[in-house]
C-alpha cells in the first residue's frame, strides 16, 4: 500500500500566490526527491534532498528534507501559469535498495 | 546527450496479445528501473536491473511480466497475454549507480489494452 501521504490531493490558486505541499510517512527515508510531472510526459526532477535538516532552493523552489527523516516540503512562491502540473514527492526508504516509493501527486491549477 | 529513450511512446494491444516495451538509459547509466502509473496515481516500483542481472523485482506481477537488460541493446518490459487491467503508463528510470543522485525518467510508454 502507499507509505508516502501526500497532500494535498489539488489546488487551486490564483497565479503570484505561493503554494505549499507535503509528504509524510511512518517509515524513514534517507532520500527525499520531488518531481513535476505535465500531461503525456515523465516526471522531471525539482529538488533532491540527501540530508535530515536540509533545505535546498532551486528559483522559486524551496524544499526540506524533515529532520524526523519522516516528512518533507516543497514551497513554490509567486506562482506562474507554467506551474500547472502534478508534483510527486519520492523517497527512498533506508535499508529498501534503490526503488523510489512515490506519494500520490499534487495537481495544481493556476489561475491567470 | 540524449536522455533516458523509452520507444514506443503509445502502445495498442488486444487482449491476449504480448506487449514489448524498450528502454534506452541515459548514456553512461548502468542501473535500469521500470514503473508502472495508473491514472490519478503515482508511480509503482516493478524491477531494478543491472547489465544482464535482475538486481530487484518485488513490485514485478508473479506471472506475466518479465524484464531483462541485455549486454547490448535496450532494456525490455515484457507483458504475455495482457489483460485490460495492464493498461498503463510504464515508466523507465536509468542512474549512473546506485542510489537516488542522478536518477532520471523516460516519457513512458502508454499501454491500452483493447
Known amino acids: 500500500g502507499q507509505q508516502l501521504n501526500q497532500s494535498p490531493q489539488s489546488m487551486f490558486i490564483q497565479e503570484g500566490e505561493d503554494v505549499s505541499m507535503n509528504c509524510t510517512s511512518s517509515s524513514i527515508f534517507n532520500t527525499w526527491l520531488w518531481y513535476k510531472q505535465d500531461p503525456g510526459e515523465g516526471p522531471v526532477l525539482l529538488i533532491a534532498?540527501?540530508?535530515?535538516?536540509e533545505l535546498t532552493s532551486n528559483g522559486r523552489l524551496t524544499a526540506q528534507f524533515g529532520i524526523t527523516r519522516k516528512d518533507s516540503f516543497l514551497n513554490i512562491s509567486a506562482s506562474i501559469p507554467s506551474d500547472v502540473g502534478i508534483y510527486f514527492c519520492?523517497?527512498?526508504?533506508?535499508?529498501?535498495?534503490?526503488?523510489?516509493?512515490f506519494g500520490g501527486g499534487t495537481r495544481l491549477m493556476v489561475k491567470p | 546527450n540524449a536522455g533516458v529513450m523509452q520507444n514506443p511512446r503509445h502502445l495498442v494491444r488486444r487482449r491476449g496479445q504480448e506487449a514489448r516495451l524498450r528502454c534506452s538509459p541515459m548514456?553512461?547509466?548502468?542501473?535500469v528501473y521500470w514503473y508502472r502509473q495508473l491514472p490519478e496515481e503515482g508511480l509503482k516500483f516493478m524491477v531494478y536491473l543491472q547489465k544482464e542481472n535482475i538486481i530487484d523485482e518485488s513490485g514485478m506481477p508473479k506471472e506475466r511480466f518479465s524484464a531483462e537488460f541485455p549486454k547490448e541493446g535496450p532494456s525490455i518490459l515484457r507483458i504475455q497475454q495482457v489483460v485490460r487491467g495492464d493498461s498503463a503508463a510504464y515508466f523507465c528510470?536509468?542512474?549512473?549507480?546506485?542510489?537516488?543522485?542522478?536518477?532520471?525518467f523516460g516519457s513512458g510508454t502508454r499501454l491500452t489494452v483493447v
Open positions: 519520492a523517497g527512498q526508504l533506508i535499508n529498501a535498495g534503490n526503488m523510489l516509493t
Open positions: 548514456k553512461g547509466h548502468s542501473h
Open positions: 534532498l540527501y540530508k535530515a535538516g
Open positions: 528510470a536509468s542512474s549512473p549507480s546506485g542510489g537516488a543522485y542522478g536518477y532520471t
